[in-house]
């Protein structure tokens, strides 16, 4: 079975391939892990090679760019393939998509915010353009709609760079500013950083939800509040969901959505 996913540093995603490999490994299957590193053309290439070696089922997270003719090779193909964490295929009947309800999540982390008290609160990281920063950006909008505040939003690149940088602006330029949901934990991270280095105390001049609630939300100072997206649940449910496809022709849901949970720690 093969399994192609996006960035294998970032930790959710390490933790999802290592997940799905065991629940693979335990039904009798090998699994060839690839990482496209966001990087359309490394994706293709990888595809491409697991279908010239025969692999019998496919699960993709996949990297982001113009890949109708990828996902044509695989429907030539024939196997069960599914897409997990980001769409770019819109023939879900074809290659179903399984996710997190992204939306809920960023309208728990506002609201939580709202209730301890937080006035002008910001969106920090995911690029503009992808669906998945909508998504996880949804619910916070819905949110600030709802109490008639202003939305302010940091794109960029989502990461620990970008989460130091941000959070050093905001210290020096924004200084309104009192809470921010993230596009993901390590985003989150940096920004810890960034605020430790300004002078800023996370937890009380400012409040901070990550997203995904990686391992380290736990183990950072001070630990982070985040959306929980629990991976090992998804991981192993969805990796199943496949083998009931492929075993048994069970044909997966075309659009499905994991539930989420907010984990408040000192950071907010």
């Not at 301890?116 to 949804?138: D, L, P, Y």
């Not at 970008?162 to 200084?175: K, M, Q, S, V």
Request: proline letters at 3%.
């Amino acid at each position: 079975i093969g399994l192609v996913i996006n960035d294998l540093r970032n930790p959710y995603y390490t933790e999802l391939a290592a997940t799905t490999q065991m629940v693979f490994s335990k039904r009798g299957y090998a699994t060839v892990i690839a990482n496209s590193n966001e990087d359309p053309k490394i994706q293709a290439q990888v595809v491409g090679s697991m279908l010239e070696h025969g692999i019998t089922a496919l699960m993709i997270a996949p990297s982001y760019g113009d890949d109708c003719e990828l996902f044509d090779d695989i429907l030539r193909a024939g196997i069960p393939t599914m897409q997990v964490l980001r769409k770019i295929d819109r023939r879900t009947d074809l290659f179903p998509f399984f996710s997190m309800d992204y939306e809920r999540g960023s309208f728990l982390a506002a609201e939580h915010l709202v209730d301890r008290g937080a006035k002008n609160i910001a969106f920090v990281g995911g690029v503009q353009t992808r669906e998945i920063t909508q998504e996880r950006k949804s619910g916070y909008l819905h949110k600030m709609r709802e109490i008639g505040r202003d939305a302010i939003v940091f794109h960029g690149a989502s990461g620990g760079s970008f989460g130091y940088a941000t959070a050093l602006d905001i210290a020096r330029n924004f200084p309104d500013l009192d809470a921010a949901i993230t596009f993901n934990d390590l985003t989150a991270l940096g920004m810890l950083a960034g605020f430790a280095e300004a002078g800023v105390v996370v937890g009380k001049d400012f409040r901070i939800v990550g997203f995904d609630d990686i391992r380290e939300a736990a183990r950072s100072f001070p630990k982070l509040s985040s959306v929980r997206c629990d991976v090992n649940k998804f991981g192993s449910d969805t990796a199943e969901i496949l083998l009931n496809w492929l075993e048994d022709g069970v044909h997966p849901k075309s659009d499905v959505r994991f539930p989420v949970d907010l984990v408040a720690r000192a950071s907010s």
